[in-house]
């Protein structure tokens, strides 16, 4: 009996996903034109580290130094996959983030330098259409259970 309970947390136990951009380095810059200064489109993310089982990913872009709590920028989910996601790209089913659309919404910050974390989260089942009001706080509620790797890439950027 031990065994086998061995044997299901070891499949339950997360990796992580190495998350890369060729647009900027972790904890860099963000380039004006992934902005709402610039063309206003989602950079080009690189994805190491999927495990085999994975069935879909998932994306997750927030900047937590915003003003009123967390402000989300990007979600999306039931992306096929896949080592890179392409710069201007809509890969999966794109939920609602807090400007209120169902789009990727660049970086934006009243002021000061803002954190924007691209996270990227490996699923070990696809999501399926959840409604088109998902935004953040559902898709990670809608992955419970479902999350076998992830990872992060931090981007910065100021006005």
Not at 112 to 126: E, P, S
């Amino acid at each position: 009996m031990n065994l086998v309970i061995l044997y299901i947390m070891a499949t339950i136990t997360s990796t992580t996903l190495t998350i890369t951009s060729s647009a900027f380095k972790n904890n860099g810059f963000i380039p004006v034109k992934y902005t709402c200064d610039g063309a206003n489109i989602n950079p080009e993310l690189r994805i190491e580290g999927i495990p085999a089982d994975t069935k879909s990913l998932a994306v997750i872009v927030d900047d937590p130094d915003a003003p009123g709590g967390t402000f989300c920028h990007w979600v999306i989910w039931d992306i096929p996959p896949q080592n890179k996601i392409n710069e201007d790209s809509q890969p999966g089913i794109q939920g609602r983030n807090s400007f209120r659309k169902n789009q990727y919404s660049g970086p934006c910050p009243p002021g000061g330098i803002h954190h924007y974390h691209f996270k990227v989260y490996a699923l070990n089942t696809t999501l399926g259409h959840l409604p088109p009001n998902t935004d953040e706080k559902l898709l990670l509620d809608a992955m419970k259970g479902h999350i076998i790797s992830s990872g992060d890439l931090v981007g910065l950027y100021k006005r």
